[in-house]
């Protein structure tokens, strides 16, 4: 089927605003996976969901990240007023049951915040 | 902490050769790593993992060893392809994988 998908590829906001990046996990996947990967550097942890549950949110940076799983599947990740150093791709990745399973990432939504 | 970092920022290798890239980790890593691929403008994607209580293991055209004494893993790509072109990450985690920064293969014909 389908690979894990993310939209949008491109996200363009004023700094302060509010934006709302999502990632549709591949089918029958229980693991999702957020990271953040600046420029030149590999992907940085932010979250691990297990169902709809947070298992692991210790990359947050602060409190204006957050992210949700509400059925299990699809997973938002929610920036409030959003800052310059917020500007990544953020990938998502899912994985069959989480542990060592592979972890598939889709291909990233670019955030810039100017 | 946990750490896991690369030796080189880039490799130069010509169509048709052999490929090494290289990685450290820290002691307090996991004892399971992962090598990932990344094309530009695309997520990475997965090549090979390995176990600690292995050295080695083989994939397609690719080797990943690992030593444990000096904390040290290697990818072997053999004979590199064009489409190898890319950058190739070491991680390592359960769940919270840690990356370096990467190694940027570039293969010339």
């Known amino acids: 089927g389908a690979g894990v998908s993310q939209t949008p590829s491109n996200k363009v906001t004023e700094k302060g605003k509010y934006v709302e990046l999502r990632c549709d996990p591949i089918?029958?996947?229980?693991?999702l996976y957020w990271y953040r990967q600046s420029l030149g550097q590999g992907p940085e942890f932010l979250i691990y969901?297990?169902?709809?549950?947070?298992?692991?949110d210790s990359g947050l940076p602060n409190d204006r990240f957050f992210a949700v799983r509400p059925e299990g599947s699809v997973s938002t990740l929610k920036i409030q007023r959003t800052e310059r150093g917020d500007s990544a791709v953020y990938l998502c990745?899912?994985?069959?049951?989480?542990?060592?399973?592979?972890?598939?990432f889709g291909a990233g939504t670019r955030l810039s915040v100017l | 902490g946990e750490s896991v970092g690369l030796h080189l920022p880039t490799l130069s290798v010509q169509e048709g050769d052999n490929s090494i890239i290289n990685c450290a980790y820290s002691?307090?890593?996991?004892?399971?790593f992962i090598w990932y691929k990344q094309e530009s403008g695309k997520g990475p994607q997965f090549i090979i993992d390995?176990?600690?209580?292995?050295d080695k293991r083989q994939g397609q055209r690719v080797t990943v060893l690992l030593n444990k004494t000096v904390k040290h893993l290697s990818l072997q790509i053999a004979a590199t392809q064009p489409g190898d072109s890319a950058v190739y990450f070491c991680?390592?985690?359960?769940?919270?994988?840690?990356f370096g920064a990467g190694t940027r293969l570039a293969v010339h014909p």
């Open positions: 969901f297990q169902g709809t549950g947070a298992a692991d």
């Open positions: 089918s029958g996947h229980t693991a």
């Open positions: 990745a899912s994985s069959h049951s989480g542990g060592t399973d592979i972890q598939y």
């Open positions: 002691n307090s890593a996991s004892d399971y």
């Open positions: 991680s390592g985690g359960y769940n919270k994988l840690i």
């Open positions: 390995i176990r600690s209580n292995m």
